[in-house]
């Protein structure tokens, strides 16, 4: 299939190259250039505009940060894309936005999967991402042979749209009340004086052992937060699982102080780091003094 792909960041960038290496021809576009170089080194075409990729493209993929983002370019994506493509969102954004999406490309005759990813920058150079999708049960089963290259687990997750986005809400709130109680019982056993490398191969092994504890283990024991999934991010898509939780008449008692100690890490300055960097968070609130720390 010809793919289009818009946006090359973090995790766009090694999903379009699991698509190339999987056979599938894939035409990209972002505003960064050096961005369409590694996509033209990787075997791709980088092309000018979202209507250059878009044009002759059996499917598209929009990969972007947030709602705004995704809505601006859904704009331009529905001006020119072919009736019957298949468009598939795999940003995260609110199901809202989702169900939306839906209603636009059903308007143009462009078939809408909602279909948000889990696994983080690992995930995606590894193509072992979890992905999940709402929409159309035969739209799903057309883009499975490209899920399969970016994931290992591969899930329709409803035909509604916004199905998708609703379990990657889920997903997120998981994943960050799983950091902070990581980081938490990291500074409790520093403080407490225990071999902290000793600690976390027992955690492992037990109950507490989770993706979260493996794939973040070397943050929090170097106290290093290159962005894999920045703050930044991760306060965005807590205010997606707050907002729609509201919605759905859920209460999120640890989730919402969660999102307050993610937003409260965000305005002392360390939005751009990794999510593991709530580990910052706690050292200061246990008096630990934080060294500035500016990862790119």
């Known amino acids: ?40 080194a990787a075997g791709g075409t980088p092309a ?28 331009e994506v529905l001006t020119h894309a072919a009736p019957g493509t298949l468009y598939i969102d795999m940003s995260t954004v609110s199901p809202a936005t989702a169900a939306h999406l839906a209603t636009a490309s059903a308007a143009k005759g462009v078939r809408f999967l909602d279909a948000p990813v889990s696994g983080g920058e690992a995930g995606a150079v590894e193509g072992t991402l979890s992905v999940m999708a709402g929409g159309p049960a035969d739209d799903f089963r057309a883009a499975e042979p490209l899920f399969a290259a970016l994931g290992t687990t591969v899930v329709h997750c409803g035909s509604a749209p916004g199905s998708g986005q609703t379990v990657k809400a889920a997903n997120q709130l998981i994943v960050a009340v799983n950091l902070q109680a990581c980081a938490e019982a990291v500074v409790f056993l520093r403080k407490s004086g225990v071999d902290l490398d000793a600690a976390l191969d027992v955690l492992a092994g037990g109950l507490a052992g989770s993706t979260v504890l493996a794939r ?29 939780a509201r919605e759905a008449g859920a209460a999120l008692p640890v989730g919402g102080v969660v999102a307050g100690l993610v937003a409260a890490l965000r305005a002392q300055g360390d939005g751009a780091l990794d999510h593991s960097a709530l580990l910052r968070g706690v050292e200061r609130l246990s008096g630990i003094p934080t060294e500035e720390c500016t990862c790119p």
């Open 216 to 244: 973040k283990r070397r943050n929090f024991l170097d106290r290093t937060y290159a962005p894999g999934f920045r703050i930044d991010l991760h306060h965005k898509d807590m205010g997606i699982v707050t907002a729609a």
């Open 1 to 40: 299939m010809r793919i289009a792909w818009i946006g090359l960041g973090i995790m766009g960038s090694p999903m379009a190259e699991n698509l190339l290496k999987a056979g599938h021809p894939v035409t990209g576009y972002t505003l960064e250039q050096h961005k369409l170089d590694r996509l033209a």
């Open 48 to 75: 000018a505009s979202v209507a250059d990729a878009v044009r002759d493209a059996d499917v598209v993929v929009t990969m972007l940060p947030a709602d705004p983002d995704v809505t601006a370019v859904a704009g």
